[in-house]
């Protein structure tokens, strides 16, 4: 117990209540108070010494504990901003080859290679991506070609609807008419309606190279339409610019630049679009909707430092994740899956996970509850896996091994896909496409039917169409893509081996 002198008042009180006598020679001027609710002059923490008179802060201490608050702030809302950082990125990035209109849509003509840099894409999806903008265009018309699917998200990266087989055409194809927020004029019949809650959406559509890539492409290239309802009787023809080879990032920033692709959202975008929390986090740092952000010398060093810190956080729950559900054997394995419990909506029992969102948006696109839902024999999953059976981080110059033990559960095909830590886009080697899988000419089994596949600069003698480069100093992850999966993998009676090294 700490004793701490009674002021006038509090005697005053203490006579009129009658627990003292003013003429009692026993009163004494000090009361007895818990320390558990006091503070000590002197505090040693994290950041610091903090040094207060009788709990009131010396200006020093009150910097210094301004400074970590509005750092950890700047943490937080660099976690909570990646979804919105991202699909800036996606909009801005594919400027560079020409895609600045909802109707120039990057089509992969050659699929995806490693010029791309774009967060765990794939060597063996035809995409077609374009960004909506019903503030410039209103209300938009998208003609989905019958094959395909897909998703429609906001500027907050989040869901808004599906194309394709989970969508109203239901893999048919049909016209879907995109209204901008508070659209309130008539909506003509004839389409299937989503209703935006942003001004930019991110459209991402896939189309099935089953009957061939050019089958694929040229399904694609006559079919898909976009344009604004307004021009609807004469729409402007849709241009479709090849993606593939082309140098392009479509990654948010780890740096201070960060908190100004996220200030470009905000600044754009209905401001009702987000929620009270949301906003008032980003107002704590200086992102406030119609007003400049401009923080001055202390703030801009805060916000660097929070955007390392935020940035270094991303990459713990990447790589060590402490959710059960990202785990897809336990905790034993390294093996994981984005969708942290197949929860493609990061909200547990009314609360929003932001680690379970933070994992997801730093290395993936795309948020549809469709991408969550394996049926056996239709769709496709996938693991991850970015460290060895040690838990170790995976070494470029090493030599690895993955063994996929026989019958790999996959309708259609699998691939395995390899991918640079630092862009978590596919790794960048002397392999233009570095996926090897069951559709790899060549690829040899061995003699139980199981594959082995190899992880190393050079390849093993005799293992070319089973090894995936590395490069000596760098990282890497791989992602194993199932496509038609079926009951073996949805129940876990297969499972693929851990990465080991090989010695």
């Known amino acids: 117990m700490r004793k701490t002198p009674v002021n006038g008042i509090a005697l005053a009180i203490a006579i009129a209540a009658g627990l003292v006598s003013a003429e009692s020679p026993s009163f004494k001027m000090t009361t007895q108070i818990p320390e558990s609710i006091t503070t000590p002059d002197k505090v040693q923490t ?51 080859i020409g895609a600045d209109r909802a109707n120039k849509v990057q089509l992969w003509k050659q699929l995806m290679d490693s010029k791309t840099l774009a967060l765990t894409g794939n060597t063996s999806t035809l995409y077609a991506i374009t960004t909506l903008d019903l503030k410039s265009d209103g209300a938009t018309v998208i003609e989905v070609p019958p094959g395909m699917l ?40 004839g389409y299937f309606v989503l209703k935006a809650p942003t001004y930019r959406n991110w459209v991402l559509l896939r189309g099935s190279i089953a009957k061939g890539l ?45 908190f100004e ?7 754009y975008e209905p401001i009702d679009s987000l929620d009270p929390m949301t906003r008032g986090l980003y107002a704590s740092i200086g992102i406030v909707k119609d007003k400049p952000f401009k923080p001055d010398a202390r703030m801009k060093k805060l916000l660097t430092e929070a955007a390392a810190i935020g940035n270094a956080t991303a990459r713990a729950i990447t790589f060590y994740p402490r ?65 060895d059976a040690q838990k170790r981080a995976l070494d470029g110059s090493q030599t690895y091994r993955l063994r996929l033990p026989p019958n790999v559960p996959a309708k259609d095909f699998w691939a395995v896909t390899i991918y640079d ?22 690829i040899q089994k061995n003699a139980d039917g199981s594959y082995d596949i190899y992880f190393s600069p050079e390849p093993p003698k005799g293992k070319e169409n ?13 992602l194993l893509r199932i496509y038609g999966p079926e009951q073996a993998w949805i129940d876990k009676s297969w499972r693929p081996g851990e990465i080991e090294r090989v010695e």
């Open 46 to 96: 994290s950041i610091g010494k903090l040094e207060f008179f009788d709990g009131v802060p010396t200006k020093e201490t009150t910097a210094t504990l301004y400074d970590n608050l509005d750092r950890m702030r700047g943490v937080r809302a660099f976690l909570v901003g990646l979804p919105a950082a991202s699909t800036y990125a996606l909009y801005e990035g594919p400027k560079k």
């Open 466 to 478: 089973n090894w995936l480069q590395t490069i000596p100093g760098k990282s890497w992850l791989i």
């Open 421 to 442: 830590t630092q862009t978590r886009s596919q790794l960048q080697t002397d392999q233009q496409f570095p996926t090897v899988g069951s559709q790899t000419e060549g």
């Open 261 to 267: 692709q996220l200030n470009a959202v905000v600044q």
């Open 214 to 258: 050019e089958t694929a492409v040229d399904n694609i290239e006559k079919h898909l339409r976009i344009y604004s309802l307004a021009k609807a009787g004469n729409p402007p023809a849709t241009e479709f610019i090849n993606a593939s080879g082309k140098p392009m990032n479509v990654i948010p920033a780890n740096d201070f630049s960060f």
């Open 150 to 189: 897909g998703a429609l998200d906001s500027a907050w990266f989040k869901f808004v609807g599906n194309f394709g087989p989970a969508g109203q055409d239901r893999g048919k194809g049909g016209k879907y008419l995109v209204l901008p927020p508070g659209y309130k004029e008539e909506v003509p019949d």
């Open 323 to 387: 959710n059960p559900g990202n785990f897809i054997y336990g905790k034993n394995s390294g093996w994981l899956t984005a969708f942290a419990d197949k929860n493609t909506t990061f909200t547990y029992d009314g609360a929003y996970d932001v680690s379970a969102a933070a994992l997801f948006h730093y290395n993936a696109i795309g948020v549809t509850p469709a991408m969550a839902v394996t049926r056996a024999g239709a769709g496709s999953d996938y693991g991850m896996i970015s460290t």
